[in-house]
């Protein structure tokens, strides 16, 4: 059935996060979030997909994993060993360092 309240808290969603204050929550906070010099990264990583499940937003694991890397900080972006193409979030944070 699900958990306990899941109803009540999505109900409270839809009504005080409207749809287009979670498309620019979304566009702040997922898409033209960039990493900063000295974030660590996986603290980045884990609140880029926080905020993704936060806001119900509809992208998968793989699409997060795309915006993430082309966010990182380019200092980091060129130390990372991306031997192969990341798709979950765990391998990013891994080959990230």
Known sequence: MGEP???VKMTYFVNFFPHFVRQRMASDLITFNFHQEGQSTREYIDQVFTTAEF???DADEQQLVDRIIMNLYPSVLAQ???LERPVHARTCIVQSG
Request: glycine share 12%.
């Open 5 to 7: 309240g899941s109803s």
């Open 55 to 57: 806001l119900k937003y």
């Open 80 to 82: 990372a060993a991306f």
